[in-house]
């Protein structure tokens, strides 16, 4: 069974900094490559970070050099360090793998930056 379970969300004031943490059921965590996607409210779902079973990582243009993608093997977590926020950060925030044909999401964590 898959499981993606997110945490680490909040309320902060721009400029301040949050990590979550999606805690991955291993049978899909080894192996695979895993994103954080986000949803602000009116738009559209868009790809955050991405990081593959190596470690190589992605960005998106607008978090690049604020955000950081990593990934404990062991713990079977995924993580997205979030500084220099802004308040167009806020959004709920996914966790997600691809496994195949099928996307596979988290319940998602709401991040809300203030200014």
């Known amino acids: 069974q898959v499981q993606l379970v997110e945490s680490g969300g909040g309320l902060v004031q721009a400029g301040g900094s949050l990590r979550l943490s999606c805690a991955a059921s291993g049978s899909i965590f080894s192996g695979n490559a895993m994103n954080w996607y986000r949803q602000a409210p009116g738009k559209q779902r868009e790809l955050v970070a991405a990081?593959?079973?190596?470690?190589?990582?992605n960005y998106a243009y607008s978090v690049k050099g604020r955000f950081t993608i990593s990934r404990d093997n062991v713990k079977n977590t995924v993580y997205l360090q979030m500084n220099s926020l802004k308040p167009e950060d806020t959004a709920v925030y996914y966790c997600n793998v691809r496994l195949g044909p099928y996307n596979y999401w988290g319940q998602g964590t709401q991040v809300t930056v203030s200014s």
């Open positions: 990081i593959t079973s190596g470690g190589s990582t």
